[in-house]
């Protein structure tokens, strides 16, 4: 069965830092495209980060360039989002994306985790 598992989420103080994990069972991390985004209340959901299917090419939202950083453990087939320097305007879910765009139907998403960034 796959399935994506996102975990890391919590309150946290403007300028602190979180690490969100996306765990994958019933595929491999290896072989997909990887995308981080997120919603924030009465907003669409938007693009945070991206990894590409070989982990040699990133993007980011222009909001999160130089703050936060994708990447992916193939051992432990997790993908991670590290935040740092959070602000307020940060605060949404988190959801983790995994998609073969060669590979029509091939597209799985996370529960989301929480993210809220307050003093």
């Known amino acids: 069965q796959v399935q994506l598992v996102e975990s890391g989420g919590g309150l946290v103080q403007p300028g602190g830092s979180l690490r969100l994990s996306c765990a994958a069972s019933g595929f491999t991390f290896s072989n997909c495209v990887v995308t981080w985004y997120r919603q924030a209340p009465e907003k669409e959901r938007e693009l945070v980060a991206g990894?590409?299917?070989?982990?040699?090419?990133?993007n980011y939202a222009d909001s999160v360039k130089g703050r936060f950083t994708i990447s992916k453990d193939i051992v432990k087939n997790t993908v991670y989002l590290q935040m740092n320097s959070l602000k307020p305007e940060d605060t949404a879910v988190y959801y983790c994306?995994?998609?073969?765009?060669?590979?029509?139907?091939?597209?799985?998403w996370g529960q989301g985790t929480q993210v809220t960034v307050s003093s």
């Open positions: 994306n995994a998609r073969r765009p060669w590979a029509p139907g091939f597209d799985y």
């Open positions: 990894l590409s299917n070989a982990g040699t090419s990133t």
